[in-house]
């Protein structure tokens, strides 16, 4: 019953969401522009980079300190932080008083990685940056890392039902990222190069956005 009331307070944390409260200050509704997502890569797109890193890192934070705190609480439940860290990123993609539509949960995985193993955050974080520069779709790399965490996670530590919970919320993540693909299919999916190539990357997509509704048009 402890775990459980923990677990609960845990969504409740998630449910604190930055960029959706940057947005209102600035007097909009960040699901209502950019990739319609209140998560840090919007804000970054719609507010600025500034912004967008401090999202990102009270949404790690958010994740980091609950996995903390049902491990710390409940030392001889292996389980206990793993449910507490996975109940506040699903309050972060599922908040309650936002119809629970929220963001995409990948910087809140990255805080439960952080938590759990500094050293597996690092390597991690080297293998995402080595995938993006590849392919330049950042969707692709939360998808991976969304997959192969949970294997880790048991690898090092034996525990199955918290891998199990792992990857249950990493399936969570990737759904969230399936509007991502069919752009990437279109043609209409913002690169992660075009972070410092801003120009070129709007007249790619604004060429294919518009290449897009000719060919719907025509059908």
Known sequence: ????????????????????????????????????????????????????????????FKSFFCFKLGGTLFPLIPFAAVLCAVMCVMGHIFPFYLRFKGGKGFACLGGLILSFNFKVFLIMLLCAVLVVLAVDYLCVVTSLTSLSFPIVYFSMTGDLLGAILLLFIGLVIISRHFPNFKRIKIGTEARFSG????????????NNIEKQSEEEAKK
């Open 195 to 206: 972070l410092w190539h801003r120009e070129d990357e709007e007249r790619r997509l604004r």
């Open 1 to 60: 019953m402890k775990v459980a009331l923990m677990a609960c307070l845990c969504y409740l944390i998630g449910c604190i969401n930055p960029a959706y409260f940057i947005g209102k200050a600035k007097g909009f509704d960040i699901r209502s522009r950019g990739s319609l997502n209140a998560g840090a890569s919007n804000v970054v797109i719609n507010v600025g980079k500034k912004a967008g890193v401090f999202t990102a890192l009270f949404d790690m």
